[in-house]
């Protein structure tokens, strides 16, 4: 028995002993960059992670103290040579009781820098790191040490000679660094000048936590849940609530028979719609949603769409989806049941199709700035809206005996529908127009269409102009005066932009302001603009906001901002993004904003719709999707996902002379006093980093 029970005794003392060894600092290492050339300077990263409770000193408080500082030191190499010390980043000022006297930490992570000169190729990284660790819990302290190597570099160039006349010596290569400012501790790192790879997030200098997103993405969802319910007035939806009613009443035996009948019917059409949005996202892709927004031949596809619904609503001829296939599906609803519920749910989308496809069409459009997941979102909320109504008269089918019958009413709906589709038309044709700088729809031109447009609608409302269908007006509704009340005030709102107004609250949805041929605002005001370096790229069709002067490509706007030794402040849009012409007239247009864009940063607006073709030899592959970009629009995309892994405009992003983000990335946010913030947090940190 005891030559059994000896192996576990031995397992168990062994388990004892090993338990007693304790390691609670844990260290990694690496460059700051995969590749460098000869004469570059080159950062190597050293980080440590400690277990909970307990802590790394640092290297740069009094060495006399007590505690062990934390050393690396580099085996010395002909293929290197060493610039100023080991540089610990941002510790922790502690008083240590142990020692009493006051010392720098890290807990839970830690990061020390050492900044080589690389000589040649045969670049060789090894040596040794060693310090002392202490626990709160009980004032145990552990000294530590270890070797490391660094391989994988790639090095380019011919040799150079050492700037230095003779190697430091030993004590100063263990001699710690910490570069201080009044308000925060920031380590300056080498700029690789001349190397640009695009903007980079260390998210060990930015402060706070990301809030990009979240307004524009709930407004979005709001956007999309209010069309679904403004879809059940449509002309061919509104009749097909008493069919709905009808269908449930004759086929429904049992209260608990039709509230599941009428769950199955809701969620049918959720799936009949949502499915959409889901389709669009997954076939197109992260950049497909930028490319089918911006397409010449989907907008204007969509522009006469709605010019063919507009004239249909006025009673020019009628659109019916077809015949055939409306009955054959009708036919599968007749057998009732649950393949019937769904088909009668598929019957009120093919029908209604006619009348919302604009409205789905508009969602897509919107929900189209880039990211995938928001226009399945947006969907699904957009046919939850347009499902509940129809659900809740399943549910209640003897309620639709008080909902007003089809008459003169709803063609009046019709025609309203139909002035107010010519209008969004406009806007579609404008998104092609900007994106391939064709200039046929200008700023003041939209503007004049729309007067005339919501002109003729208020002398509709007011019973001056009759359509075909319209049953004779002899007195008019006060519903129908104050609708027309609204659409004359919105058409004198509207006049002064053919002078130049900036017209803020439509400023999505009309061209840009540099499109107007007269603006006489931009005449009578003097602007003082910032200064730039040398003569933009692409300024003969592409343009800033507020007589702005900066850039339309970044390599040109990095050089700039270094030679000037400003943040680079990068405005990532698009022709046809609707919520990037409102920040450009709510927020940039604010003078906190302005004087700041105009004095203390260098602009550059990447338009990542953009369909100018670049020359062939700037035609490069992507290392993010394996694709050759071609055009303006493609370069600029691609900077931005791959980057920054992000695909939605409008994104603000302020970039470092060595291309790290200054500050957490800035999106649809019309609050001004956020966006001054953002701009001053990115110039403070600029500050503490650079000068």
């Known amino acids: 028995m005891f030559k059994y029970l000896l192996p576990v005794l031995l397992l168990f003392s062994t388990g004892l002993l090993s338990a007693q060894i304790l390691t609670p600092a844990r260290w990694t290492w690496e460059p ?131 700037k230095k006349a003779n190697e430091p010596k030993q004590e ?12 925060a501790e920031i380590t300056l790192p080498p700029v690789q000048y001349g190397a640009v790879k695009g903007p980079m997030l260390d998210k060990s200098i930015l402060e706070g936590e990301s809030s990009y997103g979240n307004e524009s993405f709930w407004a979005l969802l709001v956007f999309a849940f209010l069309a679904g319910l403004a879809a059940l007035i ?76 507009a004239l249909s609503f006025f009673g020019l001829f009628e659109i019916n ?19 019937g519920v769904f088909f009668m749910a598929f019957t009120l989308v093919l029908i209604s199709f006619s009348c919302t496809v604009p409205i789905v069409g508009s969602v897509l459009a919107l929900s189209a700035g880039g990211e995938v997941l ?37 063609n009046s709906v019709k025609v309203t529908l139909g002035f107010l589709e010519l209008a969004l038309a406009l806007k579609f044709f404008s998104i092609a ?66 002078w130049g107004a900036p017209l803020k609250a439509l400023a999505g949805y009309l061209p840009p302001q540099h499109t107007h041929d007269f603006d006489l605002v931009a005449m009578t005001r003097s602007v003082r603009s910032n200064e730039i370096c040398d003569l933009p790229k692409y300024t003969d069709f592409l343009h800033l906001p507020h007589g702005l002067n900066g850039y339309f490509d970044y390599e040109q706007a990095l050089a700039c901002a270094r030679q000037q030794n400003k943040p680079l402040f990068i405005d990532f849009t698009g022709h046809g993004c609707t919520n990037c012409r409102e920040m450009e007239a709510v927020v940039w247009s604010d003078p906190a904003v302005l004087e700041r864009l105009k004095n203390d940063f260098v602009i550059v607006a990447l338009y990542v719709d953009d369909k100018t073709m670049l020359p062939e030899t ?50 649809y946010d019309k609050s001004v006093e956020n966006f001054v913030l953002f701009l001053e947090s990115g110039k403070k940190k600029f500050a503490e980093l650079y000068n």
């Open 32 to 162: 700051a960059q995969p590749s460098v050339k000869t004469g570059d300077q080159l950062d190597l990263i050293f980080r440590v992670t400690t277990d909970k409770d307990w802590y790394v000193y640092a290297n740069d408080f009094d060495p006399d103290c007590g505690p062990l500082l934390t050393m690396v030191t580099l085996t010395p190499h002909a293929s290197f040579e060493l610039v100023g010390k080991l540089k610990a980043i941002n510790p922790i000022d502690k008083h240590d009781e142990i020692f009493d006297c006051d010392v720098k930490i890290f807990k839970g992570k830690g990061e020390f820098r050492q900044t080589i000169r690389v000589l040649s190729k045969d670049l060789k990284l090894s040596g040794v790191y060693e310090g002392q660790t202490c626990t709160e819990v009980d004032g145990k302290c552990i000294p530590f040490d270890g070797e490391f190597s660094f391989a994988g570099i790639t090095v380019s160039g011919e040799p150079v000679k050492s």
């Open 172 to 183: 100063e290569i263990q001699q710690a660094e910490v570069i201080e400012s009044p308000k």
């Open 234 to 309: 449509t002309p061919c939806v509104f009749p097909m609530v008493p069919m709905t009613v009808t269908f449930f009443l004759k086929d429904t035996q049992t209260k608990r028979e039709g509230v599941k009948k009428a769950l199955i019917f809701g969620i049918s059409i959720i799936v009949l719609y949502s499915s959409a949005g889901t389709l669009f996202a997954i076939l197109l892709g992260p950049e497909g949603l930028n490319a089918m927004a911006t397409n010449w031949a989907l907008n204007l596809f969509i522009f006469f769409v709605f010019i063919i619904f």
């Open 321 to 339: 989806a077809p015949y055939k296939l409306v009955n054959k599906v009708d036919q599968q609803a007749e057998k009732g049941g649950l393949i």
């Open 374 to 410: 928001k226009p399945i979102l947006m969907m699904l909320s957009y046919s939850i809206a347009f499902a509940l109504p129809f659900t809740f008269f399943a549910f209640f089918p003897e309620m639709v005996k008080s909902l007003p019958k089809s008459g003169g009413w709803l």
């Open 433 to 498: 127009d900007q994106a391939y700088h064709w200039r046929l729809l200008d700023r003041d031109t939209n503007i004049a269409l729309w007067i005339v447009i919501f002109s003729l609608l208020g002398f509709y409302l007011l019973g001056k102009i009759r359509m075909p269908h319209d049953s004779p007006v002899e007195k008019i509704s006060v519903p129908r005066l104050l609708l027309a009340t609204v659409v004359f005030s919105f058409v004198i709102y509207l006049v002064p932009g053919l």
């Open 618 to 667: 700037e035609w490069f592959t992507s290392s993010y999707d394996g694709k050759v970009k071609k055009t303006i629009g493609k370069k600029n995309a691609d900077l931005q996902i791959a980057n920054l892994d992000n695909n939605a405009q409008p994104f603000y992003v302020l970039v470092g002379t060595d291309e790290r983000v200054l500050a957490w990335p800035y999106g």
